[in-house]
T-cell receptor, first 112, second 114 residues
């Protein structure tokens, strides 16, 4: 497997439980946020996004919460499944620019 | 199938031997970008391109070159690779409409420079 996850914080959850992965972003001018999932040996995959004028957005089994006051973003995964095991990281877009700033990620391990 | 392809997937080379990593997308995206990913760090942008013949430096451009002669292709060139360029490289593409929405990543190229 890839070595990019060697130094990442890890969240271990039981299959079927809900998972919450957190991300602290850096720039108060960030106006758009994305969560990515990266499975071993693969490129990052878009999960869900949220604009700064929203507090919450829901997708299929996933919810993203945005707290601009404390510059915090979270990804909630309902009924976590073994296929959810991966590294998850957030990205922020600053000032409506093209540029994304990526977090280093959290490894999610799902116990059967 | 919409996708970004990269070649090679794995490459071991020696210091100073020029190499090129190819990237191609079939989604007619204007924007393409190269990132490197290192343990414990987030993706860092090397170079990006807003459209054909338009390229610009990202956060870590030293030691790399790119070209964008065609819309679908965005090769990454290492003229004289060094061991500190050992990394996992990703190419990505997206539409430029408001720069929102999904950015598609390739599968990655694992480069080792000895």
């Amino acid at each position: 497997g890839e070595s990019v996850g060697l130094h990442l914080p890890t969240l271990s959850v039981q299959e079927g439980d809900n998972s919450i992965i957190n991300c602290a972003y850096s720039n108060s001018a960030s106006d758009y946020f994305i969560w990515y999932k990266q499975e071993s040996g693969k490129g990052p995959q878009f999960i869900i996004d949220i604009r700064s004028n929203m507090d919450k957005r829901q997708g299929q089994r996933v919810t993203v919460l945005l707290n601009k006051t404390v510059k915090h973003l979270s990804l909630q995964i309902a009924a976590t499944q073994p296929g959810d095991s991966a590294v998850y990281f957030c990205a922020e877009r600053v000032d409506s620019s093209y540029k994304l700033i990526f977090g280093s990620g959290t490894r999610l391990l799902v116990r059967p | 199938e919409a996708q970004v392809t990269q070649n090679p997937r794995y490459l071991i080379t020696v210091t100073g031997k020029k190499l090129t990593v190819t990237c191609s997308q079939n989604m007619n995206h204007e924007y393409m970008s190269w990132y490197r990913q290192d343990p414990g760090l987030g993706l860092r942008q090397i170079y990006y391109s807003m459209n054909v013949e338009v390229t610009d430096k990202g956060d870590v451009p030293e030691g790399y070159k790119v070209s964008r002669k065609e819309k679908r292709n965005f090769p990454l060139i290492l003229e004289s690779p060094s061991p500190n360029q050992t990394s996992l490289y990703f190419c990505a593409s997206r539409t430029t409409v408001l720069f929102l929405g999904e950015q598609y990543f390739g599968p990655g190229t694992r480069l080792t420079v000895t």
